[in-house]
């Protein structure tokens, strides 16, 4: 299958992922993705590191059956526990043609505005250059995050070593993904924003952040809430935006990567294709209630 198809695969412990799929078929609308949502183990966040890297390697090896050459971990908890090990450990040995990327490295790029690859690099978008940087020169940034990714203390470290001026400051949501999945109230959803919010405010006493990370996908389903909690001039990063920039400057440097499905035969792949682990129907009105638009999930074969 390896070389015959070029889609990419993009996978999430649930919905949260979609928010970076969004992103990803607008920026490059003629690319076939293939998402999945391991919705039978989600949340993440409150797992172990072995049992989140098992259940990520698994649904990255089924993306990788099923023809996608290029994975993005759409999910700051697997990116964080799961994503390193499998780059450095498991490709090498299984899958050594393909390949795996994170929503942490565009993100932390974005507060420091330095690149793995040189500094203040600009990378082109359809309409002319767009730079990577997301917010102007923070000197406190907050991060709302799972408690895995948290415990992980992976943005401070990787903040630090690129911008040891800013000051990282953060807080483990500990309900909110699982709310967000099983489509609890918005009143309830609210409250939990409001009280996770007065925790990192009085982590921070009198200071003030410039910006705020949503530092898992499936914040960004409920942002308006995040931001009715936020002070006026404080800069919510895209997270879902910088990831597609992020992908859009890799495809440039890896074509072999980013065939169109336009380029294909008639009768070829489908653009895009939805898979759960979960119960399809379920997950399909779920996930359909929180984009405002029919989505068609499928269940993946045993």
Do not use: K
């Not at 183990?41 to 172990?48: D, E, V």
């Not at 409250?191 to 006493?205: K, M, N, V, W």
């Not at 499936?218 to 895209?238: C, K, M, N, T, Y």
């Not at 499905?261 to 996930?287: F, K």
């Amino acid at each position: 299958m390896l070389g015959s198809v070029s889609m990419i695969g993009v996978f999430d412990s649930g919905h949260g992922g979609l928010t970076i799929l969004n992103e990803l078929s607008a920026a490059l609308p003629q690319q076939a993705f293939v998402y999945l949502g391991d919705h039978a183990h989600a949340p993440y966040g409150n797992r172990a590191g072995p049992e989140i890297y098992e259940f990520t390697r698994r649904s990255v090896e089924r993306l990788f059956e099923m023809g996608c050459r290029l994975v993005i971990l759409a999910c700051n908890t697997a990116s964080t526990i799961a994503l390193h090990r499998l780059q450095t450990e498991w490709l090498a040995t299984h899958w050594p043609e393909n390949r795996i990327l994170g929503v942490i490295v565009p993100t932390i790029e974005a507060i420091t505005g330095v690149t793995w690859l040189a500094r203040h690099r600009t990378v082109p978008d359809r309409v002319g250059h767009v730079e990577r940087t997301a917010i102007r020169a923070p000197r406190v940034v907050g991060v709302f995050a799972t408690p895995a990714t948290v415990r992980s203390q992976v943005y401070p470290i990787e903040i630090a070593r690129r911008s040891p001026r800013i000051r990282v400051a953060q807080q483990a949501c500990r309900e909110l993904v699982g709310q967000i999945e099983n489509g609890a109230p918005r009143e309830q959803i609210a409250a939990t924003i409001a009280a996770d919010a007065r925790e990192l405010a009085a982590s921070l006493g009198a200071v003030r952040p410039e910006a705020i990370v949503l530092g898992c996908t499936h914040f960004p389903l409920v942002r308006d809430l995040f931001e009715a909690e936020l002070d006026a001039g404080i800069e919510l990063v895209s997270q879902p935006r910088q990831v597609a920039l992020a992908l859009m400057d890799y495809l440039q440097r890896h074509p072999a990567f980013a065939e169109p499905a336009a380029s294909r035969a008639p009768g070829g792949i489908e653009t895009l294709t939805l898979w759960t682990s979960g119960d399809a129907a379920d997950v399909s009105i779920r996930a359909g209630h929180l984009f405002g638009r029919p989505l068609a999930f499928r269940a993946l074969p045993d």
